[in-house]
DNA sequence: CCCATGACTGAAG
DNA sequence: TCTTCAGCCATGG
């Protein structure tokens, strides 16, 4: 803190806005962010987000609906529950209503 | 300042 | 269809 955070400021800002039960991309933040191509940063900046739990990070995932970031939880169902939690249908670490619970950060 | 890393994406072979 | 490569940009050493 007392430090800008800037990009992680607006990805945390943007993944607070993923309403229940659905998920969103990383590109789809970072193309709301205006950079579509610093997907990666999105995903960086997620991994700081566990300094601040008001980040599900466990409602974005990679633009295939896979939880590549499953790894990064304190537990590696963790993730998959939380969603899962949320009547997120995950079969094989991957989500298959995928296409229906899409969000993206425009609406 | 230079180099390495990272929860991604898309194109090319 | 699957695998591999390069681009992307911020953070840390």
């Given at each position: 803190?007392?430090?800008?955070?800037?990009?992680?400021?607006?990805?945390?800002?943007?993944a607070?806005?993923?309403?229940?039960?659905?998920?969103?991309?990383?590109?789809?933040?970072?193309?709301?962010?205006?950079?579509?191509?610093?997907?990666?940063?999105?995903?960086?900046?997620?991994?700081?987000s566990?300094?601040?739990?008001?980040?599900?990070?466990?409602?974005?995932?990679?633009?295939?609906?896979?939880?590549?970031?499953?790894?990064h939880?304190?537990?590696?169902?963790?993730?998959?529950?939380?969603?899962?939690?949320?009547?997120?249908?995950?079969?094989?670490?991957?989500?298959?209503?995928?296409?229906?619970?899409f969000?993206?950060?425009?609406?």
């Amino acid at each position: 803190m007392s430090k800008e955070e800037g990009y992680f400021d607006k990805v945390y800002k943007v993944a607070r806005k993923i309403p229940y039960g659905r998920v969103t991309s990383y590109g789809a933040i970072a193309k709301y962010l205006g950079a579509a191509k610093s997907a990666r940063m999105v995903g960086w900046a997620m991994n700081a987000s566990h300094n601040d739990d008001t980040v599900p990070a466990h409602r974005v995932v990679n633009k295939q609906g896979l939880l590549t970031g499953k790894h990064h939880f304190d537990g590696i169902n963790l993730m998959q529950q939380l969603l899962e939690s949320e009547g997120v249908i995950i079969e094989n670490n991957k989500i298959v209503n995928f296409d229906s619970i899409f969000w993206i950060p425009n609406e």
